[in-house]
C-alpha cells in the first residue's frame, strides 16, 4: 500500500438534490460528494462512528466530521457539528467513548479528544505543543498512548533567529530539520504524562499489546517523511521502557489479534519491495508466516477477526476485494458485490464495517455481518448521483507481451452508441503502485459527459496483479508501462468506437509521468496533460520527500552506480523530450514535495524548445495535488477544457 | 549612479553575490579606514585584540551617500544588525561637510532607503516602510524642522525617487497592483455581499468559475522564464508622479513593459529617462533599454530602438544621456559608457579605450562623465572628458571607490570608500582635492588586528591573473600556515583588497585566505572577462589551481592543509575543483551551479545567462547538451574524495537548490563527508543579520574542523 506518487480524487461535499432531467455529471455537481473514511465500530456491533468529508467552497477549505450511525435504524447524525478538522476516531476497548483528534480548540495543533458515547461534549485530553501525531487506547481503557514530534534540540537558538539546519533526507521543500516522534503516555481523562521512548529514531503507528504492558509501533531511522521502505517494528516494554526492534527493513503497520498471541503486520514483497506483504507472526515477531506472500496482492488496511484471521483489502484485477489471512496460510474472500472497501473495522462479533465505492457511488458505509452474503448499506449520502447521466464503466483485460495479465477501466459516454466514433482520453493513475479500479471517479465521470471515451489503463507496475507483473516493470518502469498503455489504445481503437485523430493522455504524478513518456515515445496524441509528472526519476531520487521510492523502481541509487544512473536516464522522458509533437499542458503546484517542482519546469523548457506549444500552469500552492476545494476545482475545470480546446 | 542598479543586478551580482566579499561584506560589512583624523592602522596599537564574530556585531554599513545640492552636507543610509530582532535597523544621517558635525534625521522607521535632496537642498525626500511587513512609501523631510511627511499610499513596492526639477513633485516607480485587487482609494469601497451558494443544478456549459474567490485564493498562473519558486504572477512597474504634498498621484506610463532603474528628468521637466523591459519576468533584465517617457501624455521612445543596455544618466543640460552599453550584446557581459545624443541617439563619446567594466558611473559636469570601475585588486574612479581626451584615474590615496556616490553642482563628490582595515565610510572629494572621511562609523575596529592582504600575480593558459592573498593575523615570516581559498562568484565581479568580514574571520583562525580573480573576473579588461565565455567552469578552474600552486611558491602554505571554499559562481568552482583535484583538505560550495542545465531551466535569470557563458550554446541539441554537461561540477562528483559541506538558503531562486541536493546525494553515495546545511531563508544569500554570522561562523567551523 505505497501509494505515494498518486493524485488525489476529487473532493466532496454534500446536498441531497433530487434532479430533474438525467443529465451528465457536470463539474458543479462535485461540489456535493461526500466521502467517507476512518471508519470504527463500536466493540458491541450496535453503532459505528466515522469521518465525513466535504469541501466549504466559500471558506475554501476541506470540512471533516465525526458522524454517529446507529447500525439498526441506519440513522446518521454529527458528533462534531462546529468542529471543522476530526481525524483518527477510535472507540474505547469498552465503548463507552470515543476518542479522535482535533485541532480545535485553543491548540492548533491536533490534539487527542475524549468524547463520552453516551453524550455531552469531547474533552481534550493533551496538550502537545508540536501536535499528536497518531494515538492509540490502552485496553483497559485507562491510558492513552500518543505519538509527537521532538521539540529541535537546538530551539533556543532557532528562536533567537539562528536557524540554518542540516539536511539528511528532507524533501526539497523543508524549511527546517526534520525531528523525530515518539510515544507517550497519558491518563484517558488528562493529566501527567510521561515519555516512554526516545532517541533520534522515530516511532509512529502504535499500538497496546492486549495485556496493557507493551506497545508495538514503526521504528524509523529518523523524522523525515520519507520512513517509506526505511520502517522496522518495534515493541517497547511499557515498564522498563526497553526496546526491541525486529522485522525486514521496510515493515510496518504491527497489530495484535484479541488474544496477544499474534501479530500481524506488512513487508516489503521479496520480489517487489513496493508491494506490501501481510506476515501473521507471534506476538513477539517469531515465527512469522509470510501469508501475503501466497495472497500476493498489495495488501492493506487489515484487522483482525474473533476468530484470529486477519481481515486485508487488496485490488484484484479492477475490484477492491476483502480476504481473510490465516496463519496457517489458507486465504478465504469476503463476499462485498460491487462495493469496493477501504480499510476494515471489525466489532467483537465480526461484524465488519467499511467505507468505500462502486461504479457510480464515490463512498458509503458499508457493514458486512457474519456469514452475510453481501454488505449491507448504511448511507445513501451520495444517491442523487443517480439523477445524472453516468456513463458505463468496463473493464477490458488482455495479456502483455510477455504474457503479464493486465487490465483497465473504460468509462463510456453516457449515451453511448455502438458504431459511433469518440475522441478518447487517456488518464493514467499514479502510484505507480496503484491500480485503476472499477469505481467511481469524478474526472473519468466528468469527460465521459462531454461525450469521451475515457480510458484508464493498468500497467506493469500497477499493484492489481502480484508482485511478478510489477518485478517485471522494476528497473525499467516507464519503457515497460508505456508499451503496455500503447497496446491496450490500439486493443481499443480495434473495437471501432474511437475516433483515432482525437485521442488524448494525461495523469497526474506517477500518471504525469507515464503522460510525459508517452508523448516523448508516440505521436499519435492530439493533446496532453502531464500532472506533477515525474520527468526525471532521478529528481525524485534526489529532492522528494520519498526520494527512497525511485531508487526501488529503478532496482538501485543512480547516485551510488553508473550503470543505475545510465538507466534513472534512459527511463526519464526529460531524456526524450525534443521528440514531443503533441501540445501539451504541464501542471504542478509551486511546493511540491513528492514530485519537485523543478521537474515541471526542466521538461517545459525542454518541450518548449522544440517549438511544439507547450504551457506551464502553476499552482500556488503546497503539496502534491492542490489540497483546497477551489484548486481542486480548477484543476479538473483546466483538465476537461484543455482536451476540449484540442479536440 | 549606482543607478546602475541594473548592471549591478545584472552583470555583478547575478551570481555574485556570492562573491563572498560583496556579499557578505555589503552586510556584515566591511572596510574600513580612517576617521575624521586619518587612521593609524595596524601599526600603533599596543596589542590588539583577535577579531571576532562578536566584534564584527559593531560593524555598520553605510550606504547611498547624497550629497547637497550646494555640497555643503551629505545624507546617507546607516544600518546596524539587530541581532534580537534579526533585522537590519536603519536610519538616515545627516553629516555637516566642513565641521563634521553628525546627526541621525529619522527616528524609529524601519527600511530607510533612496535619500533624495530636492533641487533647493531645504527637503530630503526618502523612502521608508510605513509599517512591519508593509512595503516602503515615500516620505518628504524638511531640514528646516519638523517630522517627515508621508508622501505616498501606494501599498505597493516603490523603486527609486527623483525630485522634478522645480522641486514641487516627485517621480518614482510603482509595481502594479495584484490583478483584482482593489485600487486603494480613500474611501473605502463597499464590501461585496456575500455569493449566492452555489446552485446545484445550474450549469452552464462552459465549466464556471468559482464565484466568490475566499481570502486568501490565488488562481494558478502560466510561466515561461519565470524561476521555478514563482509563487504568483509576476507585475509591471511603472513610473508615476506625485506632487510634493502628496496630492495628484498619477500613472505615467501603462501597458506590459515594465519601467525599472534611475530616473532622471530633463531640465525642462517634460522628459524623463527610465530603463525599460518588454515585461516583468526577472530573466528578461537582459532586453532593457533606455526610454525616454513623454512626462505629459506617457508615450515612450527608445533612446535607441533596437539597443539594450544596462543604464543611463542625463547630461546637466539634458542633451546627452550616458549610457551603460555591453560592448557584446548581453547585459551579462562588459559595459562601457557611452554617450549618445537624447534627440537622436547618436553615440559622441565613450569610455572604450578605458577598457574597464563600468561599475558606476554619472556627470561630472556638462564635459566629463566619472566612472567607476574593480581594475587589479582595487576598485577606482576615472574621469573621461567628453572631447576625446584620454581617461584620467583620480588619486584617491588608500581609499577604493565604492561604487555608490552622489556629485553636487560645484563637482563635489560623496562616495563609499571602501578601505582595508575597517568597513566602509562615507568620503567626500573636492576638486583637486584628496577624498576626506565624513563618516566615523566603523571607529570600533581600530582596536582589533586586522589581518593584511596583499596582491598576488599569477599566469595561467598564457593570461595574467590576480588575486587578493590575506595574511593569518598572527602571521610571522618563515612559519607555514594552512590556505583556504575563497572564491569570488558573478562571475562577473572582483575581489579587492579591501575589508571583507570572511576574510577577516579566517585570518583571524590562523589561515591564509586567496581570493583569486579568475578569467571572467571584470578587474583586468574586455579580454580576460571575455576568456570565461565558453570554458566557463574549466577555464577558470585551471585559473584557480593556478593560484594555488602561485601562492605555494611563496612557501608560506603547509601544502597539506589547503581549503577551498565560494558562494554562487565561487561555488561552482568550489564544487568544480574538488573534483578535478584530490589534494583539498576541505570544501565548502555556497549556493553552488552545480549543473548547467538545471540553473538554465530553473533559475530567475533563466536559459540566456546559461547560453550566454557557454558560448552561446543552448541544451537543446545532443552538442549543446555534452557541452552543458562537461561544465557541469555535478557530472565528475563521483571523483570527489574532499570533505564538503554544502551550504543554500532554502529558497535561492537565483542558484536553483536543485543542484545542492545532487550535489550532496552524489557525494553521500560515494561515502565522501558531506554535510548538507540550509538557511530557512528566500534569496540568494541570507540577508538577516543572525545568519550572515551564522554563515561565517559555519564556514570558519568547518575548516578548523578539517584542517586544524
Known amino acids: ?647 | 549612479l549606482r543607478r546602475l542598479l541594473v548592471i549591478a543586478a545584472a552583470a555583478a551580482p547575478l551570481l555574485a553575490a556570492a562573491s563572498v566579499s560583496a556579499a557578505l561584506a555589503a552586510a556584515s560589512p566591511p572596510p574600513a579606514t580612517p576617521g575624521p583624523a586619518p587612521a593609524a592602522p595596524l601599526t600603533v596599537a599596543a596589542t590588539p585584540k583577535p577579531l571576532t564574530l562578536e566584534a564584527l556585531r559593531q560593524a555598520i554599513s553605510v550606504r547611498e551617500p547624497q550629497i547637497s545640492p550646494d555640497a555643503k552636507r551629505v545624507v546617507y543610509v546607516r544600518g546596524v544588525g539587530d541581532y534580537k530582532a534579526d533585522v537590519e535597523k536603519t536610519e538616515l544621517v545627516l553629516v555637516d561637510v566642513a565641521s563634521g558635525a553628525r546627526r541621525v534625521l529619522t527616528q524609529d522607521r524601519d527600511d530607510v532607503s533612496s535619500p533624495k535632496w530636492s533641487p533647493d537642498g531645504t527637503r530630503v525626500a526618502f523612502l521608508a516602510a510605513p509599517g512591519k511587513d508593509q512595503p516602503p512609501e515615500i516620505y518628504v523631510l524638511p531640514l528646516d524642522g519638523g517630522d517627515a511627511k508621508r508622501i505616498t499610499h501606494a501599498a505597493g513596492a516603490i523603486q527609486g525617487v527623483a525630485w522634478r526639477p522645480d522641486g514641487r513633485a516627485l517621480a518614482y516607480i510603482l509595481r502594479d497592483p495584484p490583478p483584482g485587487a482593489r485600487k486603494p482609494s480613500p474611501s473605502p469601497a463597499p464590501s461585496t455581499p456575500p455569493a449566492p451558494s452555489p446552485s446545484p443544478t445550474v450549469t452552464p456549459k462552459p465549466s464556471p468559475s468559482p464565484s466568490p474567490t475566499p481570502k486568501g485564493y490565488a488562481e494558478a498562473f502560466t510561466v515561461t522564464d519565470e524561476h521555478y519558486l514563482t509563487r504568483a504572477p509576476v507585475r509591471a512597474s511603472h513610473l508615476w508622479t506625485v506632487d510634493g504634498d502628496g496630492s495628484n498621484p498619477r500613472q505615467i506610463t501603462h501597458g506590459p513593459a515594465s519601467d525599472a532603474g534611475r530616473i532622471d528628468w530633463s531640465p525642462d521637466a517634460k522628459t524623463i529617462a527610465v530603463q525599460q523591459q518588454p515585461d516583468a519576468i526577472f530573466a528578461h533584465l537582459t532586453k532593457t533599454q533606455t526610454v525616454l517617457v513623454d512626462v505629459a501624455n506617457g508615450s515612450v521612445r527608445p533612446l535607441r530602438a533596437g539597443t539594450v543596455d544596462g543604464g543611463a544618466a542625463m547630461s546637466p543640460d539634458g542633451t546627452r544621456l550616458a549610457v551603460s552599453v555591453p560592448r557584446h550584446g548581453s547585459v551579462y557581459l562588459h559595459h562601457d559608457a557611452v554617450v549618445r545624443r537624447v534627440s537622436d541617439g547618436a553615440d559622441l563619446a565613450n569610455s572604450v579605450a578605458l577598457d574597464r567594466n563600468l561599475a558606476w558611473f554619472d556627470w561630472l559636469d556638462d564635459r566629463n562623465v566619472l566612472v567607476g570601475a574593480p581594475d587589479g585588486v582595487r576598485s577606482y574612479l576615472w574621469r573621461v572628458p567628453l572631447d576625446g581626451g584620454a581617461a584620467a584615474r583620480y588619486d584617491l590615496g588608500d581609499v577604493d571607490f565604492g561604487q555608490d556616490a552622489t556629485i553636487a553642482k560645484d563637482g563635489t563628490i560623496a562616495f563609499v570608500g571602501r578601505l582595508q582595515d575597517r568597513p566602509n565610510e562615507i568620503y567626500v572629494m573636492r576638486r583637486n582635492a584628496m577624498p576626506v572621511a565624513v563618516s566615523d562609523e566603523n571607529a570600533w575596529a581600530r582596536g582589533y588586528a586586522i589581518a593584511r592582504s596583499e596582491r598576488v600575480d599569477w599566469t595561467s593558459d598564457g593570461m595574467a591573473v590576480n588575486g587578493v592573498l590575506t595574511y593569518p593575523t598572527t602571521y610571522s615570516a618563515g612559519k607555514q600556515y594552512p590556505l583556504v581559498l575563497v572564491i569570488h562568484g558573478g562571475p562577473v565581479a572582483t575581489s579587492t583588497r579591501t575589508f571583507n568580514s570572511l576574510a577577516q574571520m579566517l585570518a583571524a583562525h590562523g589561515y591564509l585566505v586567496l581570493q583569486p580573480n579568475y578569467r571572467g573576473s571584470d578587474n583586468s579588461g574586455d579580454a580576460f572577462l571575455q576568456a570565461i565565455v565558453g570554458p566557463v567552469t574549466s577555464g577558470p578552474g585551471r585559473d584557480n589551481l593556478a593560484g594555488v600552486e602561485a601562492v605555494k611558491k611563496l612557501g608560506i602554505v603547509d601544502p597539506a592543509r589547503i581549503g577551498v571554499s565560494g558562494w554562487s559562481g565561487g561555488g561552482l568552482q568550489t564544487s568544480w575543483l574538488i573534483g578535478h583535484a584530490t589534494f583539498w583538505r576541505a570544501a565548502l560550495s555556497g549556493a553552488a551551479v552545480n549543473d548547467w542545465f538545471e540553473q538554465a531551466t530553473l533559475a530567475d535569470i533563466s536559459e540566456e545567462f546559461a547560453s550566454v557563458f557557454l558560448g552561446g550554446v543552448t541544451p537543446w541539441t545532443p552538442e549543446g547538451r555534452a557541452k552543458y554537461r562537461a561544465e557541469s561540477p555535478i557530472t565528475y562528483a563521483a571523483d570527489v574524495k574532499t570533505p564538503t559541506l554544502i551550504l543554500t538558503d532554502a529558497g535561492d531562486q537565483r542558484v536553483p537548490i536543485s543542484q545542492s541536493f545532487a550535489f550532496y546525494r552524489a557525494l553521500q553515495a560515494h561515502h565522501v563527508p558531506v554535510r548538507m546545511v540550509e538557511f530557512p531563508r528566500n534569496g540568494h544569500n541570507p540577508t538577516d543579520p543572525v545568519d550572515r554570522e551564522a554563515r561565517i561562523r559555519i564556514w570558519t567551523e568547518w575548516f578548523d574542523k578539517w584542517m586544524k
Not at chain 1, 476512518?38 to 466515522?50: F, H, K, M, Q, T
Open chain 1, 1 to 647: 500500500m505505497h501509494r505515494l506518487i498518486m493524485s488525489c480524487a476529487g473532493a466532496a461535499s454534500a446536498v441531497l438534490l433530487l434532479g430533474a432531467a438525467p443529465r451528465p455529471l457536470e463539474l458543479s455537481d462535485i461540489r456535493h460528494l461526500v466521502t467517507y473514511g476512518s471508519v470504527s465500530i463500536a466493540p458491541d456491533a450496535r453503532r459505528l462512528v466515522a469521518i465525513e468529508r466535504r469541501a466549504d467552497y466559500k471558506e475554501n477549505r476541506a470540512l471533516t466530521h465525526l458522524v454517529l450511525i446507529d447500525l439498526k435504524t441506519h440513522a446518521k447524525r454529527t458528533l462534531t457539528p462546529d468542529r471543522k478538522s476530526v481525524q483518527s476516531p477510535i472507540w474505547s476497548p469498552s465503548g463507552d467513548r470515543i476518542a479522535f483528534l482535533s485541532a480545535g480548540g485553543e491548540k492548533k495543533t491536533p490534539q487527542v479528544w475524549v468524547l463520552p458515547a453516551d453524550g455531552g461534549e469531547a474533552e481534550r485530553v493533551t496538550d502537545a505543543e508540536r501536535g499528536v501525531g497518531g494515538f492509540n487506547w490502552r485496553p483497559d481503557g485507562r491510558e492513552i498512548a500518543y505519538v509527537t514530534e521532538d521539540e529541535a534540540p537546538n530551539h533556543k537558538a532557532i528562536d533567537a533567529h539562528d536557524d540554518a539546519f542540516d539536511v539528511t533526507q528532507e524533501a526539497w521543500t523543508a524549511r527546517a530539520a526534520a525531528q523525530p516522534s515518539h510515544i507517550w503516555l497519558i491518563p484517558a481523562h488528562g493529566g501527567k504524562t510521561r515519555r516512554l521512548t526516545s532517541g533520534t529514531w522515530s516511532a509512529g503507528d502504535l499500538e497496546y499489546r492486549p495485556d496493557g504492558h507493551a506497545i508495538a509501533f514503526n521504528r524509523a531511522p529518523d523524522g523525515t517523511a520519507d520512513t517509506f521502505l526505511r520502517t522496522q517494528l518495534a515493541i517497547v516494554d511499557v515498564a522498563s521502557r526497553k526496546v526491541r526492534t525486529f522485522g525486514d527493513t521496510g515493515s510496518n503497520g504491527a497489530t495484535f489479534d484479541r488474544s496477544g498471541h499474534t501479530l500481524a503486520y506488512a513487508r516489503p514483497n521479496a520480489v517487489a519491495s513496493v508491494q506490501s506483504d501481510i506476515v501473521l507472526a507471534d506476538a513477539d515477531g517469531s515465527h512469522a508466516v509470510d501469508v501475503g506472500a501466497r495472497l500476493d496482492r498489495d495488501a492493506g488496511g487489515g484487522a483482525f477477526l474473533p476468530d484470529g484471521g486477519f481481515v486485508v483489502n487488496a485490488t484484484d484485477g479492477t475490484q477492491t476485494r476483502l480476504f481473510v489471512l490465516h496463519r496457517d496460510g489458507t486465504i478465504a474472500t469476503l463476499p462485498v458485490g460491487d462495493v469496493h472497501p477501504n480499510g476494515v473495522s471489525v466489532a467483537r462479533d465480526a461484524t465488519i464495517a467499511f467505507s468505500g465505492g462502486t461504479a457510480s457511488d464515490p463512498s458509503e458505509i458499508y457493514v458486512l455481518r457474519a456469514g452475510a452474503q453481501a454488505p449491507e448499506r448504511l448511507t445513501s449520502t451520495n444517491a442523487w448521483l443517480a439523477s445524472r447521466g453516468i456513463g458505463a464503466k468496463r473493464t477490458i483485460a488482455w495479456r502483455g507481451a510477455d504474457g503479464t495479465p493486465l487490465d483497465a477501466v473504460l468509462t463510456q459516454p453516457p449515451n453511448f452508441q455502438k458504431g459511433k466514433k469518440y475522441p478518447l482520453v487517456l488518464v493514467i493513475h499514479g502510484g505507480p503502485t496503484g491500480a485503476t479500479r472499477a469505481t467511481f471517479n469524478s474526472l473519468a465521470a466528468l469527460m465521459a459527459g462531454r461525450g469521451w471515451l475515457v480510458l484508464e489503463p493498468n500497467y506493469r507496475g500497477s499493484d492489481n496483479h502480484g508482485a511478478k507483473s510489477i518485478a517485471t516493470s522494476l528497473g525499467h518502469p516507464m519503457s515497460v508501462a508505456g508499451r503496455d498503455i500503447l497496446d491496450v489504445v490500439a486493443l481499443l481503437e480495434k473495437e471501432g468506437s474511437v475516433d483515432a485523430s482525437r485521442i488524448g493522455v494525461s495523469g497526474w504524478s506517477a500518471g504525469g509521468m507515464m503522460t510525459s513518456w508517452l508523448i516523448t515515445h508516440d505521436t499519435r496524441w492530439r493533446a496532453a496533460l502531464a500532472g506533477a509528472p515525474v520527468t526525471s526519476l532521478l529528481g525524485v531520487a534526489t529532492m522528494s520527500d520519498v526520494d527512497a521510492y525511485a531508487p526501488a523502481l529503478l532496482r538501485g541509487n543512480p547516485w551510488a552506480d553508473p550503470a543505475v544512473m545510465a538507466r534513472a536516464l534512459e527511463e526519464s522522458p526529460l531524456t526524450y523530450a525534443d521528440r514531443v509533437k503533441t501540445p501539451t499542458l504541464i501542471v504542478t503546484d509551486a511546493g511540491d514535495q513528492r514530485v519537485p517542482t523543478p521537474l515541471s519546469y526542466e521538461f517545459y523548457h525542454a518541450v518548449r524548445a522544440t517549438g511544439t506549444p507547450a504551457e506551464l500552469l502553476v499552482y500556488p500552492v503546497n503539496g502534491h495535488f492542490p489540497g483546497d476545494p477551489l484548486h481542486a476545482e480548477d484543476v479538473y475545470r483546466r483538465w476537461i477544457d484543455w482536451f476540449a480546446k484540442h479536440f
